[in-house]
């Protein structure tokens, strides 16, 4: 071996030397950063916009990981921990879960009963109705001559009154679409929601009446933090009397 070649293999040997000391230090480097991160854990983040009272499902997150660490004492790293839940508020895109974003789904009170009833879904307030929602229920009645019942409008004219101030929603089901035959289907192929509420006996009584007699049953959703939904003005409203 000449001189030449010599000093080829030591130059070899040299970047091969070099390149062990290079990659013991990026090894050093890693291991001390993750002896002060530690392990990572699963995580879930939003993966779009969910609107408040809406049911959560796992099609609304996706898995991230983050160092334990890290993460917050409230972060649900268990999907099941949504189940039968609401958001409690507005979720925003991209914010990590958290045990105070969800709530237990809405059940009855002492005093209360189911009542379902399909809503059409025009005169609805359409693909906002949410369980846990507050809504005012409305109805319109047709003109009557005033001495049939109660609910017709009197003197010949149409009413519209306010049946149940702040309803609660316990459920949203499917859209359906009515059959031709349906009462409520009178211009062609309408669709409707049916839409459970949580009412007293009475205010039950009140919506059963409506949904049999009623020419339009419509809702009208309530402000988060209105309590009991009430506005101002008269339960029953005509257009005679409005000034």
């Known amino acids: 071996m000449n001189s030449r070649q010599r000093r080829g293999v030591i130059l070899m040997l040299l970047s091969i030397l070099g390149a062990l000391v290079v990659f013991g230090g990026v090894l050093t480097v890693v291991n001390?950063?993750?002896?002060?991160?530690?392990?990572?854990?699963?995580?879930?983040?939003?993966?779009?916009?969910?609107?408040?009272?809406?049911?959560?499902?796992?099609?609304?997150?996706?898995?991230?990981?983050?160092?334990?660490?890290?993460?917050?004492?409230?972060?649900?790293?268990?999907?099941?921990?949504?189940?039968?839940?609401?958001?409690?508020?507005?979720?925003?895109?991209?914010?990590?879960?958290?045990?105070?974003?969800?709530?237990?789904?809405?059940?009855l009170e002492k005093g209360q009963q189911e009542i379902a009833i399909m809503i059409d879904a025009a005169t609805g307030v359409a693909g906002k109705i949410t369980p846990g929602a507050?809504?005012?229920?409305?109805?319109?009645?047709?003109?009557?001559?005033?001495?049939?019942?109660?609910?017709?409008g009197a003197g010949g004219e149409p009413v519209s009154k306010v049946l149940v101030s702040g309803a609660r929603v316990i459920d949203v089901g499917r859209l359906t679409s009515l059959d031709e035959d349906d009462d409520?289907?009178?211009?062609?192929?309408?669709?409707?929601?049916?839409?459970?509420?949580?009412?007293?006996?009475?205010?039950?009584?009140?919506?059963?009446?409506?949904?049999?007699?009623?020419?339009?049953?419509?809702?009208?959703?309530?402000?988060?933090?209105?309590a009991d939904g009430k506005g101002e003005g008269e339960r029953d409203y005509r257009l005679s009397t409005d000034d």
């Open 32 to 107: 001390d950063v993750e002896s002060k991160v530690g392990p990572e854990v699963t995580a879930y983040e939003l993966a779009g916009d969910v609107e408040p009272y809406a049911e959560l499902e796992e099609k609304h997150f996706k898995e991230v990981s983050m160092p334990k660490r890290w993460l917050p004492g409230t972060a649900v790293t268990d999907l099941d921990e949504i189940r039968d839940k609401i958001a409690v508020n507005p979720l925003k895109k991209g914010s990590l879960l958290q045990s105070d974003m969800i709530a237990d789904r809405p059940a």
């Open 134 to 152: 507050r809504v005012n229920i409305f109805a319109t009645f047709p003109a009557g001559d005033g001495s049939s019942a109660k609910g017709k």
């Open 184 to 226: 409520r289907a009178v211009s062609g192929n309408r669709q409707a929601v049916p839409i459970t509420f949580a009412l007293s006996t009475l205010d039950a009584q009140r919506v059963a009446y409506a949904e049999s007699f009623a020419t339009h049953v419509r809702l009208a959703l309530v402000a988060p933090g209105d």
